[in-house]
């Protein structure tokens, strides 16, 4: 199995920047897609951004776009997801999840946003967004 690991969460007033990472290890992490998804309390999780095995094509939530930039290093086995002018409703716990079923490009620009199309999860980041 791939195990994955969130970094990088804390507390910033709104306006601020955090940088989330998610290490990966188990597998060759290039034949995976990867996501970033959030759940606040109270609320289901939701699709915030994806990238593909190569880092050829990116997805994002139209609550993110222009705010979130999401990116991977498949030298380090790291995905990475910097947020910037943070908003309080950004406040949810974080995770990145990764997707064998999505490793064709045709596959990938369907299924991106689908949480069941994700085989492994890491344990969540929790952000804060202070107003």
């Known amino acids: 199995q791939v195990q994955l690991v969130e970094s990088g969460g804390g507390l910033v007033q709104a306006g601020g920047s955090l940088r989330l990472s998610c290490a990966a290890s188990g597998r060759t992490f290039s034949n995976y897609a990867m996501g970033w998804f959030r759940q606040a309390p109270g609320k289901e999780r939701e699709f915030v951004a994806a990238?593909?095995?190569?880092?050829?094509?990116?997805y994002y939530a139209d609550s993110v776009k222009d705010r979130f930039a999401i990116s991977r290093d498949n030298a380090k086995t790291t995905m990475y997801l910097q947020l910037n002018s943070l908003k309080p409703e950004d406040t949810a716990v974080y995770y990145c999840?990764?997707?064998?079923?999505?490793?064709?490009?045709?596959?990938?620009?369907?299924?991106?946003?689908?949480?069941?199309?994700?085989?492994?999860w890491g344990q969540g980041t929790q952000v804060t967004v202070s107003s």
């Open positions: 999840a990764a997707s064998a079923s999505l490793y064709y490009s045709g596959a990938f620009k369907v299924g991106y946003p689908q949480t069941r199309r994700y085989n492994y």
């Open positions: 990238i593909s095995r190569n880092g050829d094509s990116t």
